[in-house]
């Protein structure tokens, strides 16, 4: 049977803008986005959505109110549904056994019970979040062990590829779509019927089937893989740095090489964002249970690089401004964790300004796109500066660019916004 009616638990990053593409593009489906933040869904129904994503307003817009929903009815949108995506956020555990390591999975858990609790039909479950590899196994047992009889559930893994900044674009366009199902008649009837809601658009040659577990790790493989490109490039710019190379025409050098390519050879300040970190770590953890030690400090390297990458380029700025940044104006351009979005998760900036406020430093931060009191939240946090008066001593939130640079010290790049190269021309 043909999918006509789609719930996405999670009206996040992933959730928002996944669901509303699929609207756009199936005009016979209906698509429901769900969330328990209200404020999130009232900002999804109205002029200014809460994720900044070039090419999303025109897509809400356009099949908001037509086949396009946003809700906090999560039961209700979960008993219309034939087609239910799970795509809750899955952080790093902050407690507990796996702390700072494992995936958080309490929402993929809490959301996957109200499945159970609330479907009155069968349904089939596709688990979008980036979850660690047998997840869809403790999904079937806990709607199997709660379910109304006589009701089936099929379970498929849909991990998602997007790229924040340029999502939309990855969205119409995908270099593939993965889908994986148990290989039984059922799974692979519940695989096929999720294919036909992407083949509305995306080739079917590249979208790829496999079985379940397959596609759960790959999610996480390919972000080891992204993530240990930056800090093997980071790792070389260090030596590049001490022998007079230059790091951009070793890149080039490198990336010519039809076996490398020249994707992901840019030396920076190291990775944020809320993926990378959180799924390497995911990775090292599973690999630490399946008893493969120097399998995980293989991979738990690429995260011990990209920290030593901020530490060195913070040494570098103070060793440059003769070794103290006490009381010196120092200029923070770009706060996101990257160009094109206002997420600021795992932001390198946040580690930055961190350091420079621990130097007594005075910041100044500029960001096209972030919303001022996130920055003094993300400051603000444990771990971080955890003392929000010391935050607002230390940091003046600026309006461009040219205010945050006036009588700088030094003007730190952190993000690679175009309007910042626009200005460095004038
Ligand atoms: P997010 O935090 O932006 O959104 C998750 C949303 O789920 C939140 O709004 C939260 O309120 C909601 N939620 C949690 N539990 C719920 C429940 N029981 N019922 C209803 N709503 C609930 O997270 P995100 O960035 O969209 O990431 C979602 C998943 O996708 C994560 O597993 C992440 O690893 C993965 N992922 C993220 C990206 C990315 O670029 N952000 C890319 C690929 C995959």
Redesign the pocket.
């Given at each position: 049977m043909p999918v006509r009616n789609i719930c996405c638990?999670?009206?996040?990053?992933?959730?928002?803008p996944t669901c509303s593409v699929i609207a756009y593009k199936c005009h016979d489906i209906k698509v429901t986005i769900?969330?328990?933040?209200q404020a999130?869904i009232d900002a999804w129904n109205s002029d200014n959505l809460p994720i900044y994503e070039p090419g999303l307003d025109e897509i809400v817009f356009e099949r908001r109110g037509k086949n396009l929903f946003f809700t906090t009815d999560?039961d209700g949108a979960i008993q219309e549904a034939d087609l239910i995506f799970v795509?809750?956020?899955?952080p790093t555990k902050k407690s507990g056994m796996g702390a700072g390591m494992a995936a958080d999975l309490a929402?993929v858990e809490?959301?996957t019970r109200?499945i159970a609790e609330v479907a009155k039909s069968s349904k089939i479950v596709v688990e979008?979040?980036?979850?660690p590899c047998r997840t869809a196994q403790s999904m079937r047992t806990i709607l199997e062990a709660n379910s109304t009889p006589g009701i089936h559930f099929d379970i498929c893994s849909n991990?998602?590829?997007?790229?924040?900044g340029t999502a939309i674009k990855d969205l119409l366009n995908p270099d593939r779509v993965l889908i994986g199902a148990l290989q039984t008649p059922e799974g692979i009837a519940a695989q096929k019927a999720l294919a036909e809601v992407y083949t509305h658009w995306v080739p079917a040659d590249r979208v790829i089937t496999t079985n379940l577990w397959s596609s759960e790790l790959s999610?996480l493989a390919a972000n080891a893989l992204l993530a240990q490109r930056i800090s093997s490039i980071n790792a070389l710019s260090a030596i590049c740095e001490a022998t007079g190379a230059d790091v951009d025409e070793v890149a080039y050098a490198c990336g010519r090489d039809s076996r490398i390519g020249s994707k992901f050879l840019k030396a920076s300040v190291g990775f944020g964002?809320?993926?990378f970190q959180?799924?390497i770590l995911n990775l090292v953890y599973l690999s630490e249970q399946l008893h493969l030690p120097e399998v995980a400090a293989y991979w738990k390297q690429v995260v011990i690089m990209n920290e030593y990458q901020k530490k060195r380029f913070v040494r570098h700025i103070i060793s440059t401004l003769f070794n103290t940044i006490t009381n010196k104006k120092i200029a923070v351009l770009g706060f996101a964790f990257k160009k094109d979005t206002g997420?600021t998760r795992e932001a390198a900036a946040i580690t930055l300004i961190k350091d420079f406020i621990q130097e007594h430093a005075r910041v100044a931060v500029y960001d096209p796109k972030v919303d001022h009191e996130q920055i003094f939240r993300d400051l603000s946090e444990p771990g971080i500066v955890d003392n929000r008066k010391e935050v607002e001593k230390h940091v003046t939130i600026c309006a461009s660019a040219y205010e945050a640079c006036h009588d700088a010290d030094a003007v730190v790049l952190v993000t690679e916004w175009d309007e910042f190269k626009d200005t460095a021309l004038d």
């Open positions: 638990i999670g009206a996040g990053y992933v959730g928002g769900v969330d328990l933040n999130r999560v795509s809750v956020n899955t929402y809490g959301a109200r979008k979040s980036t979850v991990p998602e590829f997007l790229a924040e999610k964002g809320s993926c959180k799924d997420d």
